[in-house]
Structures are given as structure tokens and as C-alpha cells.
């Protein structure tokens, strides 16, 4: 199985903060990663697909980057609803894996 | 526009089964492939696995395997995730979620989710 490693597990930003988030993969897996936003008690919500592709609707400070194995997104200028859960996935093959997560705090 | 509509919450003595569904709407059932990720309390996602709403064509993740099966019926576009021989470590929520085929795949619409409690 492809084990998908993301840190960190939590941090603490401010509004207006750059936030940067890594996945690394155990194994190439190309660019068959996405990225997804959780807020508390509600289902995950695509932000990135394909390593670097905005989902549509999807505020332009969520960018995604990386290829092979190393995946970063970045959050420029943090807002107030983006204080939330974060999970990169892996699509290269099954089972598939989610990253542990990150929670970003305030 | 896409939706993905689960059924309700549910209680469960250990060793009993689960089913829970996923309505799809708003665009052609066949042509997407479903897939079933649950969380439990306080935890991150975990794929369950996955079936092509076209053929029936399943994968389950080897940690349920025995224990799970995903189904689907094409009349009525619903699918089905089945759980059996429930434990406490199986309180969780579950989710479907449609996954696009291109180059690569990703999820891009997802459901509700359904709460599983597994107690006695």
C-alpha cells in the first residue's frame, strides 16, 4: 500500500498568515493527488485535484504543487472559514490512502 | 446540479449489520464510480472502497475486507454500503463521495454523511 505522510498534524496560524501543508508519498505516484478541506462536522470539500488544479469555485489562495512523491499546498493570506481540517489523497492505485490530516488553527 | 444524499443516522448492538445508503442526482448513475471513506470520532478518512456504478465492479480496503460490501441499483441510482458483524471500533461516520475519471481521479462531490454508533 502507497502510505501517505502529512505534516504537520496541527498548527496554529493568524488571518492574513501563508499556511503551508506537505504530503509525501512512500512511492511515485505521479500527480494523483487531491487535496480536501473539512470544516467540523461537515463533509470534506475538494480544493485541488490532480497535484495543482483549482477546483472550480475554490478561492484562488489554495494552490496546490509537487509531482512524484513531495505535494505541498499553500494557503496565502489565511482567512476565518479556513481554519479547518486538511487531507491530501492518493488516486494512483487502491486501496487508496488519505495523510493524517492537519488541523489549522487560530 | 450532482447531489449525493445519505440516509439517517444509526444504532447498533455489536455483531449486528449496517446498510447504509447514497442517492445520487443530477447526473447519469452508470458513468461514475462511488466510493465509500468513513471516520470515526476524532480520526481522519479512511477508504473503505470503491464500485463502478456501471458494471458492479467492487474493491474493498483489505482492513474490511470480509466484513464490507458495496452495492448499487441502477433503477433507482442509489448506492449501498453494508457493514456486518459491527464492534465498537466501527462508530463512525461514513461517507460516499463520486469519483472523476480523467488523466488522474479525485472526489469531487461527496455526501452527508452517515453517522454509525455501534453500542450495546
Known amino acids: 500500500d502507497i502510505q501517505m505522510t502529512q505534516s504537520p498534524s496541527s498548527l496554529s496560524a493568524s488571518v492574513g498568515d501563508r499556511v503551508t501543508i506537505t504530503c509525501r508519498a512512500s512511492?511515485?505516484?505521479?500527480?494523483?493527488l487531491s487535496w480536501y478541506q473539512q470544516r467540523p462536522g461537515k463533509a470534506p470539500n475538494l480544493l485541488i485535484y490532480?497535484?495543482?488544479n483549482l477546483e472550480s469555485g475554490v478561492p484562488s489562495r489554495f494552490s496546490g504543487s509537487g509531482s512524484g512523491t513531495d505535494f505541498t499546498l499553500t494557503i496565502d493570506s489565511q482567512q476565518p472559514e479556513d481554519f479547518a481540517a486538511y487531507y491530501c489523497?492518493?488516486?494512483?492505485?487502491?486501496?487508496?490512502?488519505f495523510g493524517q490530516g492537519t488541523k489549522v488553527e487560530i | 446540479q450532482v447531489q449525493l444524499v445519505q440516509s439517517g443516522s444509526e444504532v447498533k448492538k455489536p455483531g449486528a449489520s449496517v446498510k447504509v445508503s447514497c442517492q445520487a442526482s443530477?447526473?447519469?448513475?452508470?458513468?461514475?464510480?462511488i466510493h465509500w471513506v468513513c471516520q470515526a470520532p476524532g480520526q481522519g478518512l479512511e477508504w473503505m472502497g470503491w464500485i463502478n456504478a456501471g458494471n458492479g465492479n467492487t474493491k474493498y480496503s483489505q482492513k474490511f475486507q470480509g466484513r464490507v460490501t458495496i452495492t448499487r441499483d441502477t433503477s433507482a441510482n442509489i448506492t449501498y454500503l453494508e457493514l456486518s458483524s459491527l464492534r465498537s471500533e466501527d462508530t463512525a461516520v461514513y461517507y460516499c463521495?463520486?469519483?472523476?475519471?480523467?488523466?488522474?481521479?479525485?472526489?469531487?462531490?461527496w455526501g452527508q454523511g452517515t453517522l454509525v454508533t455501534v453500542s450495546s
Open positions: 512511492q511515485n505516484i505521479s500527480t494523483s
Open positions: 463521495a463520486r469519483e472523476v475519471h480523467r488523466v488522474t481521479t479525485w472526489y469531487d462531490k
Open positions: 489523497l492518493q488516486s494512483y492505485t487502491s486501496p487508496r490512502t
Open positions: 490532480a497535484a495543482s
Open positions: 443530477g447526473y447519469t448513475f452508470s458513468t461514475y464510480t
